[in-house]
């Protein structure tokens, strides 16, 4: 495929070649975008905010309806790509192409609801004669640069609120992954975006992402991926506001009344769900010590009936993990933490990029595998007694995306929904919970903001007040 720079598709003599992770074969090729095309990249895009930021709002309500009526007449071609060029399952990417149209669509209406108030300036003295009000205007070009976890629809996460509210975009999805990325943007190019207003530039964080991130032309950075990369583009941004979408080592806490078997169904999907690499992929499981055994025995037999393989075939309910790198790694964490005394409940096996579903127990609180995010196919389980335990343990980490509960009983809920620190408490779910339309984002290492359309809208637009002196408002 080619990148999308000037408002032409535009290809180039070095590539990048895109793997499928299960078989090592070459899916495509993309161009390797060099620092020059960063500088083309921005220029362009200073061009397409002045185009877009004047199409009236209902055009650009239209161009996403249209782009996502595009997704959705091609929704299998989408699920086919994210499956190969990633590490999802045929049913897994379905569900993620699904939720781009929905992300698409809600951008769509969100875009006719950025709203303003007046402002009552006679509430201090000296504003008698003042009369006025504030609305909300796109800030410029946003470069958006999205994780391979979701080549989908974190892009639209970021390119949807972004043209709804008339901003440009330069998007830098993930080398690993580009390919829905620019299948995207072609939707976007044929529901009548004003080709300027994006620029999809592909190529390797590692050698363009520092002039991307400071160069001036843009007004924000809108970044999902991971804390050391998040850290180091907050250091090289200088002015600009920047949001941060990042990782998590998400903790679920099991009471002693929860419904078991909705636990451990719910539980086992969102530890697995995309071999791990979620960001709000289960992690540490606290189970009350008095179904701790049945609770760990159901776990541990759910989990060993995974199917692992080939992603394209229906039956297949996990995938490879995206490099064999990063199979390695986790492999190595779990290695650490047996030596540490951890007991490997089921998996722990790896071939090339398949990795086993594995669940452990004994998981020391000083190994990888406990205090930072995995985001492998693991899970850690630990059987506690008291609910402020329970709470103490799950915030004791750097991180706070979601966190969640299974239980009965309100008042435990409540208690923990407020006591947990982070971005989303899921009550009767897994900490895989996510609305496309909630407000999503983290405390702690987690990020800074809010996506989820309507709460990235706010993020990429700025209150402008007007405010008129009157000589006579009697
Ligand atoms: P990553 O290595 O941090 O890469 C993410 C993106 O940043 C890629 O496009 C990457 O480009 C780019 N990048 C890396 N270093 C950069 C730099 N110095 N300057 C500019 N761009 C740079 O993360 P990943 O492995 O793709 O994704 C996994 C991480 O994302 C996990 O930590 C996960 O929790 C997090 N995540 C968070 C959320 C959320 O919403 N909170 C959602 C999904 C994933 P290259 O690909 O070229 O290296």
Known sequence: MKMLL??????KNEKIEVKDPYDDSVIDTVPKGNKEDVGKAMKSAAGGFEEIKNVPVHQRAQILYKTASNVSDNLDDFAQLIAR????????????????????TVSAEESKRILGETIPFDSFPGGENRRGYYYRFPIGIILAITPFNDPLNLVAHKLGPALASGNSVVLKPATVTPLSALKLAGAFLEAGLPPRALQVLTGKGSEIGDLLVQDERSRMISFTGGVEAGKKIARLAGIKKTGMELGSDSPVIVWEDAEL?????????????????NCIGVQRLYIHYSVYEAFK??????????????KLDENTDMGPMITEKEAVRVEEWISEAVEGDAQILTGGKRKGTLHEPTVLEGVPETAALHCEEVFGPTVNLYPIKGLDEAISKANQLPYGLHTAIFTKDVDVAFKAAYNLDCGGVM?????DYRLDSMPFGGVKYSGLGREGVKFALQEMTEPKVIC???????
């Open 261 to 277: 078997e909705t636990a451990v169904d719910s539980c086992v999907s969102g530890a697995f769900w995309g071999a791990g690499q």
């Open 297 to 310: 025995k159901d776990f541990v037999d759910r989990t060993s009936q995974y199917r692992i393989g080939d």
């Open 6 to 11: 000037e408002g032409k598709w535009v290809d």
């Open 85 to 104: 060029e990633g590490s999802k399952t045929i049913r897994e990417a379905e569900k993620e192409a699904a939720r781009c149209v929905n992300t698409l």
């Open 468 to 474: 008129f002196n009157l000589s006579d408002v009697k």
């Open 427 to 431: 009550v009767n779910d897994s900490t």
